[in-house]
Protein backbone atom coordinates (compact mmCIF):
# COMPACT_ATOMS: atom_id res chain seq x y z
CA UNK A 1 0.00 0.00 0.00
CA UNK A 2 1.04 3.21 -0.79
CA UNK A 3 1.67 5.60 1.58
CA UNK A 4 -0.61 8.45 0.29
CA UNK A 5 -2.97 5.42 0.98
CA UNK A 6 -2.37 4.51 4.57
CA UNK A 7 -5.32 5.87 6.04
CA UNK A 8 -7.88 4.29 3.38
CA UNK A 9 -9.82 1.11 5.14
CA UNK A 10 -10.79 -1.75 3.24
CA UNK A 11 -14.24 -0.72 4.11
CA UNK A 12 -14.50 2.26 1.51
CA UNK A 13 -15.27 2.55 -1.83
CA UNK A 14 -12.15 3.46 -3.62
CA UNK A 15 -12.04 4.89 -7.09
CA UNK A 16 -9.80 1.64 -7.71
CA UNK A 17 -13.39 -0.10 -6.81
CA UNK A 18 -14.99 2.03 -9.38
CA UNK A 19 -12.92 2.02 -12.16
CA UNK A 20 -13.23 -2.52 -11.84
CA UNK A 21 -17.32 -1.86 -12.60
CA UNK A 22 -16.82 0.27 -15.64
CA UNK A 23 -18.85 -1.75 -18.61
CA UNK A 24 -17.20 -3.13 -21.06
CA UNK A 25 -19.20 -1.35 -23.88
CA UNK A 26 -17.95 2.24 -24.02
CA UNK A 27 -20.70 3.40 -26.62
CA UNK A 28 -23.85 2.50 -25.16
CA UNK A 29 -22.58 3.95 -21.47
CA UNK A 30 -24.93 6.16 -19.99
CA UNK A 31 -23.53 8.66 -17.75
CA UNK A 32 -24.64 10.89 -15.02
CA UNK A 33 -21.86 12.48 -13.16
CA UNK A 34 -23.35 15.37 -10.85
CA UNK A 35 -25.87 13.98 -8.00
CA UNK A 36 -26.67 15.21 -4.58
CA UNK A 37 -27.74 13.24 -1.59
CA UNK A 38 -29.57 13.87 1.99
CA UNK A 39 -25.53 14.09 2.78
CA UNK A 40 -25.21 17.93 1.56
CA UNK A 41 -28.56 19.30 0.32
CA UNK A 42 -30.23 16.51 -1.78
CA UNK A 43 -33.55 14.47 -0.86
CA UNK A 44 -32.86 11.18 -1.31
CA UNK A 45 -30.43 9.20 0.51
CA UNK A 46 -27.32 7.61 -1.46
CA UNK A 47 -28.45 4.31 -1.80
CA UNK A 48 -32.37 5.72 -2.64
CA UNK A 49 -30.40 7.69 -4.95
CA UNK A 50 -28.48 5.34 -6.54
CA UNK A 51 -31.35 2.70 -6.81
CA UNK A 52 -33.25 5.97 -8.99
CA UNK A 53 -30.28 6.35 -11.18
CA UNK A 54 -30.41 2.22 -12.29
CA UNK A 55 -33.59 2.40 -12.54
CA UNK A 56 -33.69 5.50 -14.94
CA UNK A 57 -31.10 3.53 -16.93
CA UNK A 58 -28.12 5.13 -15.62
CA UNK A 59 -24.93 3.34 -16.02
CA UNK A 60 -22.30 5.49 -14.24
CA UNK A 61 -23.59 7.62 -11.57
CA UNK A 62 -21.53 10.20 -9.70
CA UNK A 63 -22.48 11.34 -6.21
CA UNK A 64 -21.10 14.57 -6.15
CA UNK A 65 -22.47 16.23 -2.55
CA UNK A 66 -21.53 19.07 -1.77
CA UNK A 67 -17.87 19.70 0.37
CA UNK A 68 -18.93 16.23 1.90
CA UNK A 69 -17.77 12.11 0.88
CA UNK A 70 -19.53 10.64 3.54
CA UNK A 71 -22.58 9.15 1.36
CA UNK A 72 -20.07 7.26 -0.71
CA UNK A 73 -19.78 4.10 1.09
CA UNK A 74 -23.59 3.69 0.97
CA UNK A 75 -23.97 4.74 -2.57
CA UNK A 76 -20.97 2.42 -3.60
CA UNK A 77 -22.30 -0.45 -1.95
CA UNK A 78 -26.18 0.41 -3.58
CA UNK A 79 -24.43 0.65 -6.80
CA UNK A 80 -22.67 -2.65 -6.65
CA UNK A 81 -26.22 -4.23 -5.73
CA UNK A 82 -27.96 -2.48 -8.58
CA UNK A 83 -24.81 -3.46 -11.49
CA UNK A 84 -24.10 0.30 -11.79
CA UNK A 85 -20.99 1.89 -11.23
CA UNK A 86 -20.89 4.91 -8.52
CA UNK A 87 -17.99 7.84 -9.15
CA UNK A 88 -16.65 8.83 -5.74
CA UNK A 89 -16.86 12.39 -6.38
CA UNK A 90 -17.93 15.99 -4.36
CA UNK A 91 -18.50 19.85 -5.65
CA UNK A 92 -16.65 21.67 -3.92
CA UNK A 93 -17.28 25.04 -3.22
CA UNK A 94 -14.81 28.26 -4.18
CA UNK A 95 -14.31 31.78 -4.31
CA UNK A 96 -13.56 32.87 -7.54
CA UNK A 97 -12.98 36.71 -7.78
CA UNK A 98 -16.14 38.28 -6.38
CA UNK A 99 -18.25 34.49 -7.10
CA UNK A 100 -19.00 31.42 -6.05
CA UNK A 101 -17.76 28.87 -8.53
CA UNK A 102 -18.25 25.00 -8.06
CA UNK A 103 -15.23 22.17 -8.80
CA UNK A 104 -16.67 19.13 -9.36
CA UNK A 105 -13.99 16.42 -8.12
CA UNK A 106 -14.66 13.40 -10.28
CA UNK A 107 -13.52 9.62 -9.37
CA UNK A 108 -11.56 10.67 -6.11
CA UNK A 109 -9.95 8.74 -3.14
CA UNK A 110 -12.10 10.15 -0.79
CA UNK A 111 -10.15 9.08 2.36
CA UNK A 112 -7.10 11.29 0.92
CA UNK A 113 -6.08 12.90 3.52
CA UNK A 114 -5.51 16.22 1.82
CA UNK A 115 -8.33 16.25 -0.06
CA UNK A 116 -10.47 15.24 3.23
CA UNK A 117 -8.81 17.72 5.27
CA UNK A 118 -9.42 20.38 2.33
CA UNK A 119 -13.13 19.52 2.70
CA UNK A 120 -13.85 19.83 6.28
CA UNK A 121 -12.16 23.48 5.95
CA UNK A 122 -14.75 24.24 3.39
CA UNK A 123 -17.30 22.90 5.31
CA UNK A 124 -16.20 24.70 8.85
CA UNK A 125 -17.45 28.13 7.90
CA UNK A 126 -20.85 26.89 7.08
CA UNK A 127 -22.57 26.76 10.55
CA UNK A 128 -21.49 30.39 11.69
CA UNK A 129 -22.64 31.62 8.03
CA UNK A 130 -26.22 30.28 8.69
CA UNK A 131 -25.83 31.62 12.37
CA UNK A 132 -25.31 35.10 9.72
CA UNK A 133 -28.16 33.97 7.40
CA UNK A 134 -30.96 33.99 10.40
CA UNK A 135 -29.98 37.31 11.39
CA UNK A 136 -30.44 38.84 7.99
CA UNK A 137 -33.50 37.44 7.58
CA UNK A 138 -34.72 38.25 11.12
CA UNK A 139 -34.15 42.05 10.03
CA UNK A 140 -36.03 41.73 7.27
CA UNK A 141 -38.94 40.45 9.09
CA UNK A 142 -38.89 36.39 8.88
CA UNK A 143 -37.46 35.15 12.62
CA UNK A 144 -36.35 31.36 13.09
CA UNK A 145 -35.04 31.10 10.35
CA UNK A 146 -31.54 29.46 11.45
CA UNK A 147 -33.67 26.63 13.72
CA UNK A 148 -36.16 26.40 10.98
CA UNK A 149 -33.39 25.94 8.10
CA UNK A 150 -31.61 23.20 10.55
CA UNK A 151 -34.80 21.13 11.00
CA UNK A 152 -34.13 20.34 6.90
CA UNK A 153 -30.61 19.24 7.75
CA UNK A 154 -30.15 15.84 7.10
CA UNK A 155 -26.69 15.88 8.07
CA UNK A 156 -25.50 17.29 10.63
CA UNK A 157 -21.96 17.89 8.99
CA UNK A 158 -23.98 20.51 6.55
CA UNK A 159 -26.22 23.25 6.28
CA UNK A 160 -26.58 24.89 2.77
CA UNK A 161 -28.97 27.80 1.52
CA UNK A 162 -31.14 24.88 0.43
CA UNK A 163 -32.09 23.95 3.82
CA UNK A 164 -33.27 27.73 4.06
CA UNK A 165 -34.92 27.38 0.93
CA UNK A 166 -37.16 24.47 2.13
CA UNK A 167 -37.66 26.60 5.44
CA UNK A 168 -39.02 29.84 3.64
CA UNK A 169 -41.29 27.56 1.50
CA UNK A 170 -42.52 25.92 4.49
CA UNK A 171 -43.16 29.07 6.17
CA UNK A 172 -45.30 30.42 3.12
CA UNK A 173 -42.47 33.09 1.80
CA UNK A 174 -42.22 31.70 -1.82
CA UNK A 175 -44.33 28.90 -3.86
CA UNK A 176 -41.14 26.40 -4.20
CA UNK A 177 -37.29 26.62 -3.53
CA UNK A 178 -36.63 28.10 -6.95
CA UNK A 179 -38.86 30.79 -6.29
CA UNK A 180 -37.00 31.68 -3.05
CA UNK A 181 -33.43 32.69 -4.43
CA UNK A 182 -35.18 35.26 -6.40
CA UNK A 183 -36.10 37.22 -3.58
CA UNK A 184 -34.21 35.69 -0.53
CA UNK A 185 -30.39 34.60 -0.09
CA UNK A 186 -28.78 35.35 -3.49
CA UNK A 187 -26.48 38.52 -3.29
CA UNK A 188 -28.33 41.61 -2.50
CA UNK A 189 -30.84 40.09 -1.21
CA UNK A 190 -32.46 39.32 2.10
CA UNK A 191 -30.27 36.36 4.18
CA UNK A 192 -27.63 36.89 1.70
CA UNK A 193 -24.00 36.61 3.55
CA UNK A 194 -20.74 36.66 1.64
CA UNK A 195 -18.35 33.77 2.59
CA UNK A 196 -14.77 33.10 1.96
CA UNK A 197 -14.75 29.44 0.48
CA UNK A 198 -11.81 27.80 -1.26
CA UNK A 199 -9.35 29.14 -3.75
CA UNK A 200 -9.67 27.77 -6.90
CA UNK A 201 -5.86 26.72 -7.19
CA UNK A 202 -6.63 24.54 -3.44
CA UNK A 203 -9.17 23.27 -4.85
CA UNK A 204 -8.30 21.66 -8.12
CA UNK A 205 -4.99 20.22 -5.80
CA UNK A 206 -6.86 18.83 -3.50
CA UNK A 207 -9.42 17.05 -6.40
CA UNK A 208 -5.99 16.06 -7.34
CA UNK A 209 -3.81 14.89 -4.76
CA UNK A 210 -6.98 12.50 -4.18
CA UNK A 211 -6.01 11.10 -7.59
CA UNK A 212 -9.67 12.84 -9.18
CA UNK A 213 -10.30 15.44 -11.97
CA UNK A 214 -11.06 18.45 -11.44
CA UNK A 215 -14.37 19.94 -13.21
CA UNK A 216 -15.95 23.13 -13.71
CA UNK A 217 -19.49 22.98 -12.62
CA UNK A 218 -22.40 24.43 -14.30
CA UNK A 219 -20.64 27.31 -15.95
CA UNK A 220 -23.29 28.88 -17.40
CA UNK A 221 -24.70 29.88 -13.58
CA UNK A 222 -21.99 32.08 -13.36
CA UNK A 223 -22.84 35.69 -13.77
CA UNK A 224 -19.87 36.60 -15.69
CA UNK A 225 -18.56 38.68 -19.17
CA UNK A 226 -17.49 36.09 -22.22
CA UNK A 227 -14.44 37.85 -20.81
CA UNK A 228 -14.83 36.68 -17.14
CA UNK A 229 -15.68 33.07 -18.36
CA UNK A 230 -12.46 33.33 -19.90
CA UNK A 231 -10.37 34.71 -17.75
CA UNK A 232 -11.97 31.85 -15.04
CA UNK A 233 -11.17 28.95 -17.74
CA UNK A 234 -7.91 30.41 -18.24
CA UNK A 235 -6.80 30.68 -14.66
CA UNK A 236 -8.52 26.75 -13.89
CA UNK A 237 -6.29 25.70 -16.32
CA UNK A 238 -3.42 27.15 -15.42
CA UNK A 239 -3.90 25.89 -11.99
CA UNK A 240 -4.07 22.46 -13.71
CA UNK A 241 -8.37 22.10 -13.99
CA UNK A 242 -9.72 19.20 -16.64
CA UNK A 243 -12.81 19.48 -17.47
CA UNK A 244 -15.77 21.35 -17.68
CA UNK A 245 -19.83 20.28 -17.43
CA UNK A 246 -20.88 21.02 -21.08
CA UNK A 247 -24.65 19.10 -20.48
CA UNK A 248 -25.80 20.15 -17.03
CA UNK A 249 -29.69 20.98 -16.16
CA UNK A 250 -28.54 24.58 -15.69
CA UNK A 251 -28.07 25.14 -19.33
CA UNK A 252 -30.39 25.65 -22.19
CA UNK A 253 -29.47 23.86 -25.65
CA UNK A 254 -27.72 27.13 -26.94
CA UNK A 255 -25.43 26.67 -23.76
CA UNK A 256 -24.90 23.10 -24.42
CA UNK A 257 -23.10 24.22 -27.77
CA UNK A 258 -21.51 27.50 -25.91
CA UNK A 259 -19.59 25.28 -23.48
CA UNK A 260 -18.65 22.79 -25.95
CA UNK A 261 -17.27 25.19 -28.00
CA UNK A 262 -15.45 26.57 -24.50
CA UNK A 263 -14.20 23.06 -23.92
CA UNK A 264 -12.39 22.68 -27.24
CA UNK A 265 -11.10 26.12 -27.27
CA UNK A 266 -9.78 25.59 -23.60
CA UNK A 267 -8.39 22.13 -24.11
CA UNK A 268 -10.93 21.08 -21.35
CA UNK A 269 -12.55 17.32 -21.03
CA UNK A 270 -16.40 18.02 -21.33
CA UNK A 271 -18.54 16.46 -18.53
CA UNK A 272 -22.33 15.35 -18.00
CA UNK A 273 -24.40 16.15 -14.77
CA UNK A 274 -28.11 16.44 -14.35
CA UNK A 275 -27.12 17.90 -10.67
CA UNK A 276 -30.05 16.03 -9.48
CA UNK A 277 -31.33 17.18 -5.78
CA UNK A 278 -34.55 15.09 -5.35
CA UNK A 279 -38.01 14.71 -6.78
CA UNK A 280 -40.25 18.21 -6.83
CA UNK A 281 -37.10 20.40 -6.54
CA UNK A 282 -35.31 19.25 -9.82
CA UNK A 283 -36.38 20.09 -13.74
CA UNK A 284 -34.10 17.50 -14.87
CA UNK A 285 -34.21 13.80 -13.46
CA UNK A 286 -31.54 11.17 -13.41
CA UNK A 287 -30.23 10.84 -16.70
CA UNK A 288 -32.28 13.00 -18.03
CA UNK A 289 -29.57 14.89 -20.36
CA UNK A 290 -28.34 13.68 -24.18
CA UNK A 291 -24.78 12.55 -24.23
CA UNK A 292 -22.27 14.89 -25.35
CA UNK A 293 -21.64 16.52 -28.86
CA UNK A 294 -18.97 15.30 -31.18
CA UNK A 295 -15.47 17.03 -30.70
CA UNK A 296 -15.37 17.12 -26.94
CA UNK A 297 -13.29 14.43 -25.40
CA UNK A 298 -15.46 13.05 -22.02
CA UNK A 299 -14.12 13.29 -18.60
CA UNK A 300 -14.21 9.51 -18.41
CA UNK A 301 -11.79 9.25 -21.16
CA UNK A 302 -9.23 10.19 -18.67
CA UNK A 303 -9.93 7.74 -15.62
P1 LIG B 1 -24.72 26.95 -0.58
O1 LIG B 1 -23.64 26.01 -1.01
O2 LIG B 1 -25.07 26.83 0.86
O3 LIG B 1 -24.44 28.38 -1.00
O4 LIG B 1 -26.04 26.49 -1.33
C1 LIG B 1 -26.06 26.41 -2.72
C2 LIG B 1 -27.19 25.50 -3.16
O5 LIG B 1 -28.41 26.22 -3.22
C3 LIG B 1 -26.97 25.00 -4.57
O6 LIG B 1 -26.18 23.85 -4.59
C4 LIG B 1 -28.36 24.68 -5.01
O7 LIG B 1 -28.76 23.42 -4.53
C5 LIG B 1 -29.18 25.73 -4.30
N1 LIG B 1 -29.45 26.87 -5.21
C6 LIG B 1 -28.69 27.94 -5.43
N2 LIG B 1 -29.29 28.79 -6.31
C7 LIG B 1 -30.46 28.20 -6.64
C8 LIG B 1 -31.55 28.54 -7.49
N3 LIG B 1 -31.55 29.68 -8.19
N4 LIG B 1 -32.59 27.69 -7.58
C9 LIG B 1 -32.60 26.54 -6.87
N5 LIG B 1 -31.61 26.16 -6.05
C10 LIG B 1 -30.56 26.97 -5.94
MN1 LIG C 1 -27.11 21.97 -3.96
MN1 LIG D 1 -23.45 23.69 -7.83
MN1 LIG E 1 -24.60 20.42 -7.47
Do not use: C
Request: glycine share 10%; proline share 4%; hydrophobic share 40%.
Amino acid sequence: MRASHASVSIDRYTAAAARSTIPARPLMIHYDLHAHSTFSDGLLTPSALVERAAARGVDVLALTDHDETEGIKDAGDAARAAGITLVPGAELSVSWESHTVHVLGLMVDAANTVFSAGLASIRSGRDSRAVKMGESLARAGIPGAYEGARRFVTSDRLISRSHFARFLVEAGHARETRDVFKRYLTQGKPGYVAHAWASLPDAVAWIHAAGGLAVIAHPGRYRVTATGMRRLLSEFRDAGGDGIEVHSSSHTAAQFTEYATYARAFGLLGSIGSDYHGPGESYVDLGGLPPLPAGVDPVWTRW
